[in-house]
């Protein structure tokens, strides 16, 4: 160590310099960072250790890589040893002058961290995911048959589209080879692979004048038709009315910035998810085949939200698959503040240091066969992609990505709508991934997909039975996080008197409701006469819209002629929900829901209390029923316990002359089923799906009920008796 600047150095400043990954002698590593940056990485990691350096001709870095990236980060090491600051302002003046998140720490980092998590949430995205779909609709009918189609150019240019229809509500295709261009140099700059003087190159200046000029133009627009309700607000509508804790709002700078950041995440990373997809799925037919059963059966029903696209599981297991076998984001270069040492090795101060998690996805723990594409590993049971020391594609603690969700949805519907209209095939058919990197690995220009024209879509579009067990349970299940579920109980329960007014048209938005009994109606001021427009029962909500807008009140809600008890979430809660759990409102709707059907049960069955209640409820499995669907028959054997979660059930009896008559409604909160499990009798009545919208239920089968009845005192305990005086 001669050449360390003090005589006697103190035992840190002793420690060696990271190991320098083999390379040529001019080049050092760059033939390997052009060829797959993922295998530089985990075999540098392999072979040197968690801290190594890396050369790219003039470049120089130090990767913390693999498992100790992420206790660095979870340690705070990051924001005491490492500044962003000199690295990403310069991006953020490009893109508007505006702080820029990714340079900023501390409660700076944090209070944007609040706003953007927002504006790029999933609720956000929910209301335009029809949209989503068609602009991919619109642009594949202009593929012709025997066409071979560039797949990183084209998903490249649809993650565009999708991105402006969620930001501000339409096209922006005339700026797309400009918004490319600067996304492109920002990328590169930023990822310190290109030197800051790309920035003065004049045709990248103009470029950037257009963009700029055109996102105020934009942010203009909206300022002006502020009076107007959106009722569907974009994330640029967002990025203008959220507000921080002092009530802050963001710049118009920031605004602006902010809107554009989001070309970089779409066009650049989205894409390239979206294309080692499209790889993973031509070249396992198998799995393409049961991913379009699985989307024909969710469109034939509908797509159009967030918890829409949710449920394609299977679709989701190979989007989290393909994050993990073709990571996008290799780790984001930081400048080392001062010396430090981390894992015995030194790094000096202005090292470009990157934190790669990378290396975590190919670890064969908690990974099985890491080296194989298994979007299994991703589903029920195996979950390996939730478990402790899974790779984190989107970043960890403090610095996770705030647009999972939006990205989540595009990739999704993008892929969908491709797989669900289009029959291709791989072209050049022997087509074997080869990457480029640019600054992130794609799939290289020559991956092609040859189109055999749009599919036919009259073959039956009924999804195998598991598939739809499984899409029932997304519905309601995946969010029993403690957190999140400490958030929603802290919805305060209200009542109002028959008549009373709810909300009022034209007051400030600040709560989300849902209703727990009673009926309400919504209304509506038109040439000075209140119009009904719709009357709402238990179950349904209310109130989301215009809540992350700060908007007023576009309608006003009575409460109906038996007064209505309801569940209130304010804005505040509301906002927290949307922004650290990923909920949409929908979602937000089902697990009040599911609260208030443990509630009803608890009243109605004394020998329960919350923490049984609490116990047992995840052992219950949440299904969806149609309506129409018989959940039960009279006469078949008693094999399971019902809870009405949403929606209406109809009991019926069958007379002895045939015919069937209705002997009870139930809803929310309602129970049946337990007749034929207390007597070891057969079902003594058929219940029904009824009602107009699909039935939610809880069912537990005998084992579950045992252990039910077990938890309320036995057979002769307060439970067994409750049921059995129903049974008279
Ligand atoms: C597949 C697509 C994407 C991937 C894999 C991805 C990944 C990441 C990762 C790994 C980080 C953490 C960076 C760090 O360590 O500082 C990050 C941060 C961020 N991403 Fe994404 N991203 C994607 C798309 C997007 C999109 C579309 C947007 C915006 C619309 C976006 C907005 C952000 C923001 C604002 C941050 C900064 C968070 C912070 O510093 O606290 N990302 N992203």
Redesign the pocket.
């Known amino acids: 160590m001669a050449n360390l600047p003090t005589p006697q150095p103190a035992p840190d400043q002793a420690a060696p310099l990271p190991p320098l990954a083999r390379g040529q002698c001019v080049f050092g590593n760059t033939f390997d960072f052009l060829r797959d940056t993922t295998r530089l990485l985990v075999n540098s990691y392999r072979e040197l250790g968690p801290v190594f350096r890396l050369r790219a001709l003039w470049l120089r870095y130090t990767v913390i890589g693999g498992f100790e990236a992420r206790d660095f980060i979870r340690q705070g090491l990051d924001e005491k040893y490492l500044t962003r600051e000199a690295i990403f302002a310069e991006v953020g003046r490009q893109l508007g002058s505006a702080d820029f998140?990714?340079g900023q720490s501390g409660e700076k980092?944090l209070r944007f961290?609040r706003l953007?998590s927002i504006a790029?949430s999933r609720e956000v995205a929910s209301a335009w995911v029809p949209d989503l779909l068609e602009v991919v609709r619109t642009h594949a009918r202009n593929w012709k048959p025997g066409q071979v189609i560039h797949v990183m150019e084209e998903v490249q240019r649809l993650a565009f589209e999708q991105y402006c229809q969620v930001m501000c509500g339409r096209s922006l295709g005339a700026h797309y080879r400009d918004c490319l261009r600067v996304t492109d140099y920002n990328m590169n700059v930023g990822g310190r692979v290109w030197p800051f003087f790309m920035y003065r190159m004049p045709w990248y200046r103009a470029s950037r004048q257009r963009v700029l000029d055109l996102m105020w133009g934009l942010v203009q627009e909206r300022r002006a038709a502020s009076h107007s309700h959106a009722e569907r607000p974009t994330i640029l509508d967002t990025l203008m009315s959220v507000r921080d804790d002092h009530g802050q709002p963001l710049t118009d700078d920031e605004v602006v910035c902010y809107s554009m950041?989001?070309f970089a995440?779409?066009s650049s990373?989205?894409s390239r998810?979206v294309a080692f997809m499209l790889y993973e799925l031509v070249k396992h037919p198998d799995l393409l085949a049961q991913v379009r059963t699985e989307v024909a059966s969710a469109l034939a029903d509908g797509i159009s939200d967030a918890s829409d696209v949710r449920s394609l599981r299977l679709l989701q297991a190979t989007y989290h698959e393909t994050l993990r076998f073709h990571p996008?984001?290799q780790g984001?270069p930081c400048l080392a503040a001062q010396d430090f040492v981390y894992h015995g090795k030194q790094v000096r101060k202005g090292d470009v240091t990157v934190l790669s998690q990378v290396p975590m996805s190919f670890s064969s723990c908690p990974f099985h066969r890491p080296e194989q594409f298994e979007p299994e590993r991703c589903l029920e049971p195996r979950m390996e992609h939730r478990k402790e020391n899974a790779f984190h594609?989107?970043?960890i603690g403090?610095?996770?990505?705030?647009?999972m969700g939006?990205?989540e949805q595009m990739a999704l519907t993008q892929v969908a709508a491709l797989v669900h209209h289009l029959d291709f095939e791989l072209s050049p058919p022997d087509y074997q991934l080869r990457l480029t990197v640019k600054p992130l690995p794609a799939p290289d220009r020559h991956f092609g997909l040859r189109i055999l024209g749009p599919r036919s879509h009259t073959q039956a579009t009924t999804a195998p039975r598991a598939f739809l067990e499984e899409q029932a349970l997304a519905k309601v299940v995946g969010h029993d996080d403690p957190a999140v579920l400490r958030l929603l109980s802290q919805a305060s329960p209200v009542h109002f008197y028959p008549d009373e007014i709810i909300l009022r048209e034209g007051d400030p938005s600040d709560a989300f409701y849902l209703i727990a009994r009673g009926q309400v109606s919504v209304s509506r001021r038109i040439h000075d006469q209140d119009s009904v427009l719709a009357q709402l029962d238990a179950g349904d909500s209310f109130g989301e819209i215009g809540l992350l807008q700060h908007r007023t009140r576009t309608a006003t809600v009575t409460a109906g002629k038996e007064g209505a008890d309801l569940y209130q979430l304010s804005r505040g809660l509301f906002e927290q929900l949307v922004a650290t759990s990923d909920l949409v409102s929908c979602d937000l709707r089902r697990l009040l829901q599911k609260r208030m059907a443990s509630q009803r049960l608890m009243e109605a069955l004394p020998g329960l209390n919350a923490t049984t209640l609490q116990r047992l409820l995840p052992g219950f499995l949440p299904i969806t029923s149609p309506v129409g669907t018989v959940i039960l028959r009279e006469g078949d054997p008693a094999d399971a316990f019902y809870l009405v979660v949403s929606g209406q059930v109809q009991v019926t009896r069958r007379t002895e002359q045939g015919s069937d008559v209705a002997i009870a409604t139930l809803g929310t909160g309602e129970y049946f089923g337990e007749l034929g499990l207390l007597t070891g009798h057969p079902r003594n009545a058929s219940v029904i799906a009824t009602g107009d919208a699909p039935v939610e239920l809880l069912r537990t089968d005998a084992a579950g009920f045992a252990q039910l009845i077990e938890a309320g005192g036995g057979r002769d305990g307060s439970l067994a008796m409750a049921l059995a005086r129903r049974m008279n």
Do not use: I
């Open positions: 998140v990714l980092h961290r953007l790029y950041y989001g995440g779409s990373y989205m998810v996008v984001s984001m594609p989107f970043g403090h610095r996770t990505c705030t647009a939006l990205v």
